[in-house]
């Protein structure tokens, strides 16, 4: 069984262009969180996605940031226009339905914003 | 809301010494605790886990972790440590009825040889 797979695990962008991040969770996983973790710091929450539905995106910054996770392929994290402080390691997680909360987490894709 | 308080952001001990990781966290509901441990470059691995029942919970690598409700603790131990334990530890919560982690700043634990 495979585990939860990021890709790119590095991307490099200029200050305002886009930075798209795909997730694939482990079979059976209907459900995805994104985490973004700043240098230095932990691991912060940023939303939450079912299939099809944004569950809880209470921890994404009001604009540029989006995320979707389609009925079909990888849920993605989009960053328009990015800035210097974007430069992070964006973490996928995902957890099977009617579980009490593991969540098992990807390699992770570091974006460096130059 | 709930928070996640890691007393220690270093902690270098020698190897085959023992060690300690402290983790306090404050939530006003039932809440499920958890440690994860981050190598160099990679994601995050579930070390171990309180959801209920005994208080003491284990890994298969030798560490444990005791949930204290009345001191809102979760520290955890491992009685002798290798230089492979050389790594980042994360205290996390959950809030039972909830979705999202919340985590500890996190703790480098260094072994020397």
């Known amino acids: 069984n495979a585990g939860v797979m990021q890709n790119p695990r590095h991307l490099v962008r200029r200050r305002g262009q886009e930075a798209r991040l795909r997730c694939s969770p482990m079979k059976g996983h209907s459900h995805v969180y994104w985490y973004r973790q700043l240098p230095e710091e932990g691991l912060k929450f940023m939303v939450y996605?079912?299939?099809?539905?944004?569950?809880?995106e209470s921890g994404m910054p009001k604009e540029r940031f989006s995320a979707e996770f389609p009925k079909e392929g990888p849920s993605i994290l989009r960053i328009q226009q990015v800035v210097r402080g974007d430069s992070a390691a964006y973490f996928c997680?995902?957890?099977?339905?009617?579980?009490?909360?593991?969540?098992?987490f990807g390699p992770g894709t570091r974006l460096t914003v130059t | 809301a709930q928070s996640v308080t890691q007393l220690d952001s270093q902690v270098p001990v020698f190897e085959e010494a023992p060690v300690e990781l402290r983790c306090n966290y404050s939530?006003?509901?039932?809440?499920?605790l958890f440690w994860y441990v981050q190598y160099p470059n990679q994601g995050l691995q579930l070390l171990l886990k309180y959801l209920s029942g005994s208080t003491l919970v284990e890994s298969i690598n030798g560490f444990e972790a005791e949930f204290n409700k009345s001191q809102t603790s979760f520290h955890l131990r491992k009685p002798s440590v290798h230089i492979s334990d050389t790594a980042e530890y994360f205290c996390a919560v959950k809030e039972a009825s909830g979705s999202r982690l919340t985590f500890g700043e996190g703790t480098q634990l260094t072994v020397n040889p």
């Open positions: 996605l079912q299939k099809e539905n944004i569950i809880d």
């Open positions: 939530s006003s509901v039932s809440v499920y």
């Open positions: 997680a995902s957890s099977p339905p009617g579980t009490p909360g593991e969540q098992y």
